[in-house]
T-cell receptor, first 115, second 117 residues
Framework: ETGVTQSPTHLIKTRGQQVTLRCSSQ?????VSWYQQALGQGPQFIFQ???????GRGNFPPRFSGLQFPNYSSELNVNALELDDSALYLC??????????????FGEGSRLTVL | AQTVTQSQPEMSVQEAETVTLSCTYD???????LFWYKQPPSRQMILVIR??????QNATENRFSVNFQKAAKSFSLKISDSQLGDAAMYFC??????????????FGKGITLSVRP
């Protein structure tokens, strides 16, 4: 069983640039969610995708957007980067089937630094 | 909106001893999940233990157990026979079970656990 994989693991951008982060969900999982984790803090929910549609969003501005593809992989796009966007971005997958145990399976994250 | 509070930023335990990590939460819902996740320096969140709110029995996973007090909205994690590999950041998290709700987790700020050899 393949786990959740994310790329890139680290990247550095400058203010105003755009970034795309990628995530492959765990085999058999149809739901992907993204979290932002600032240093020393708990993860904050950005949004979730199910069947290629966004079906939940946290308190993040529209410059945070995403996609989910037919194979359930996902992208997180952030436009007009700000210094405060520096964080670890975590992708998590889960299954929406009735046997779902409720837990999310996380990738190792993408560490974004904005200079 | 639900909130999760972890008021202890750091804790330390001697190897082989027992430690308890505290968590409280606030919700108006009656059905939900609670989780403890571990995040080692490798950054990947790993599930430690899960509790369904409708179950009165406290969850147990090997050396890890919880004390779930639904009325008090308290969910503490007990780690017995602590090992060096238990050193990590631990997060308490809440997930709603409302029909149609997405799988959003609400996390606390976390607690850094160190294990002394």
């Amino acid at each position: 069983e393949t786990g959740v994989t994310q790329s890139p693991t680290h990247l550095i951008k400058t203010r105003g640039q755009q970034v795309t982060l990628r995530c492959s969900s765990q085999s058999g999982h149809n739901t992907v969610s993204w979290y932002q984790q600032a240093l020393g803090q708990g993860p904050q929910f950005i949004f979730q995708y199910y069947r290629e549609e966004e079906n939940g969003r946290g308190n993040f501005p529209p410059r945070f957007s995403g996609l989910q593809f037919p194979n359930y992989s996902s992208e997180l796009n952030v436009n007009a980067l700000e210094l405060d966007d520096s964080a670890l971005y975590l992708c998590a997958s889960s299954s929406s089937t009735p046997t779902n145990t409720g837990e999310l399976f996380f990738g190792e994250g993408s560490r974004l630094t904005v200079l | 909106a639900q909130t999760v509070t972890q008021s202890q930023p750091e804790m330390s335990v001697q190897e082989a001893e027992t430690v308890t990590l505290s968590c409280t939460y606030d919700t108006s819902e009656s059905d939900y999940y609670l989780f403890w996740y571990k995040q080692p320096p490798s950054r990947q969140m790993i599930l430690v233990i899960r509790q369904e709110a409708y179950k009165q029995q406290n969850a147990t996973e090997n050396r890890f157990s919880v004390n779930f007090q639904k009325a008090a909205k308290s969910f503490s994690l007990k780690i017995s026979d602590s090992q060096l590999g238990d050193a990590a950041m631990y997060f308490c998290a809440y997930r709603s079970l409302l029909t149609g709700a997405n799988s959003k987790l609400t996390f606390g700020k976390g607690i850094t656990l160190s294990v002394r050899p």
